[in-house]
Every structure is written in C-alpha cells, then in structure tokens.
C-alpha cells in the first residue's frame, strides 16, 4: 500500500509519496504559480514516475497548504498546522516548538506527543516570510540562495530598522549608496526577519526540541540568525521544505489504516490525472 501528502504552499507545491514503513519513494517541489489544479496534476505526475507506480497504486491521498482544496485527486484536506505537527514530530520525535517560514506565511507550533496544541501565525504581512528575502535578493541583485553563505562573512551587524518589504528595499539600496559591505547588509536583513519571527514565537513558551522547517530554512544565515534571536538551539530537517507534504502522507497512511482497522468502507476520488500545459521544467 502507499500513501501520498501533497502540499499546495503559497509559493512551492510539494508532493510526497510513502509506503507502509514511511519510507519516501519520491519526493517531487515545484513552484506554485496561478494553476494550482495543473500544478498538482503535474507535480504528482512526476512523483510517480519517480517511484515508478501509478496513480491507482496509491491507497489514499492528503492534500494541505494554502491551495489544498484545489488537488482534485486527493481524498481529503487537513490543515497545513496538523501536517507540518505530524511531519515534524515523524522527523524529531522530541520535537516541542516547530517554527515555519515559508514563502508568504510564518508559523509556530506547539507539539505533544506529536500532536499540535497550540499555534501563531503570521500570514498577514510578508516581512515575517520567504517573500521579504525574495524581494530583497532581487534589489541587492543576488541570487536567494546565496543569502546565507554570503550573510556568514559579515563582521559587522547593520541595524536594518524597517520591517516593511517595501520601505526595506529602499533602505537597503541607501545602505549600499552609504558604501556598506554586502554582507553586512544581508546579516542586517537575516536579523531583521529572524527578531520578527522570533517575537511571534514567544508568544508561545519557546520549549526545546525545537526544530526550525520552511523554505527559509535551506538559508543558513537565517538559521544562524534565529538562532541568536531565540537564544537556544535549532534542529533543521535536510529538505526542510517536505515536512507539511510528509505530515500529510503520514496522516493518509493513518487516515486508511484505522479505516480498515474499524471495518470501514473509505471513500476515494477518481483516480484520474489531467494534463497540465505550461512550465514543468521548473519542477525538481
Ligand atoms: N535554497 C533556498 N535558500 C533560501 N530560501 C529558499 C530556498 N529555497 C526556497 N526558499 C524560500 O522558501 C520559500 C518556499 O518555502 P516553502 O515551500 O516552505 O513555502 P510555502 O509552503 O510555499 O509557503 P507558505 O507555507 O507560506 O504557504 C520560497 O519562497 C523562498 O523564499
Ligand atoms: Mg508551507
């Protein structure tokens, strides 16, 4: 039997397929765009693929995220909240506080025993998020992903006072006219976004484990800036962007099980795939 979590992020699509031990067969990102419904026909198309199976084979399907409702072939939605909770704790089994940055949210969660007790969330405004490194990667005119490597040669912090992505980017281009260091600029920016993560957090009792997930986290500036804002250590997952997807395949696996357990007839949806027709060279 396997099991699939597919997750309709704001800015990233994510699906993961499993079987019965958990383990990943595939594991498919992509970028989410306007076509959600394409984009998780296209994504999927390409898990399977990946673990050579089709999409019969796949006993039960979770959808979360931002667009989770638009995954015609996914059986059932669930909250991104209880998957991020679920893939986590599956991740670090200890973990008590998991923080989330992803492209336009941020999210705490408290967790027992692998299960959410209480949360904030920050999908109000992007200065919080992925989106306000985004846009500034653009205004600096480097590439996102170099932020953190270039971000740890900094040897002088930058006080980057405005937390508004607009009014940032105007203070980071006076910053460089003022001859600042690069890096200096983008450790400023990390502790700037990292001290607005970090006062959502402590709103929640921050108790260890505590484990740091989202796409942001593939920036190692940002982990080093939260960090020094939360004061204590952070655990980060390797593909730290999979955990709501893994949470959710987790939870289709359970979902099921429990069903046959109890003698109940589950519901599927179609097992049908439509054709999506733009841009899949973007998916990896
Ligand atoms: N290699 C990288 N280095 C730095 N940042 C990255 C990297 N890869 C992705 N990101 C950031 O992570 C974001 C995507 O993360 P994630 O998939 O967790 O967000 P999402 O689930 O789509 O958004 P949300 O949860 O807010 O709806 C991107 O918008 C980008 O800002
Ligand atoms: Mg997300």
Request: aromatic share 4%; hydrophobic share 45%.
């Amino acid at each position: 039997m396997y099991f699939a979590g597919v997750d309709i992020g704001s800015t990233m699509t994510k699906v993961v397929l499993m079987d019965t031990t958990d383990r990943i067969l595939s594991a498919i990102k992509g970028p989410t765009g306007p076509e959600h419904r394409q984009l998780a026909n296209e994504v999927m198309r390409m898990a399977l693929e990946q673990a050579n199976l089709q999409l019969d084979d796949i006993s039960y399907i979770v959808a979360t995220g931002y667009g989770r409702v638009n995954v015609p072939f996914a059986d059932d939605q669930i909250t991104e909240l209880s998957c991020h909770a679920r893939g986590v704790s599956s991740l670090f089994p200890n973990v008590r506080t998991a923080i989330d940055i992803g492209g336009q949210d941020a999210k705490c969660m408290k967790i027992e025993k692998g299960k959410l007790v209480d949360f904030v969330m920050n999908d109000k405004c992007a200065a919080g998020t992925g989106r306000f490194l985004e846009v500034t990667a653009a205004t600096l005119g480097i590439s996102l992903e170099d932020m953190g490597d270039i971000s740890l040669k900094s040897a002088k912090k930058i006080q980057v006072s405005n937390l508004c992505t607009i009014f940032a980017q105007q203070e980071v281009v006076a910053l460089l006219s003022r001859g600042e260091k690069l890096e200096d600029i983008i450790a400023g920016l990390h502790d700037a976004l990292a001290s607005r993560v970090a006062a959502l957090v402590r709103r929640l009792k921050v108790e260890p484990d505590v484990v740091l997930t989202g796409g942001v986290a593939k920036n190692i500036g940002m982990v080093k800036a939260m960090k020094e804002n939360l004061g204590c250590e952070l655990l980060v997952p390797e593909e730290p962007l999979l955990t709501g997807a893994i949470g959710a395949a987790m939870l289709a696996k359970e979902i099921h099980i429990k069903a046959k357990a109890e003698g109940e007839t589950i519901s599927t949806k179609p097992r049908l795939l439509e054709k999506a027709t733009f841009f899949t060279e973007k998916i990896t």
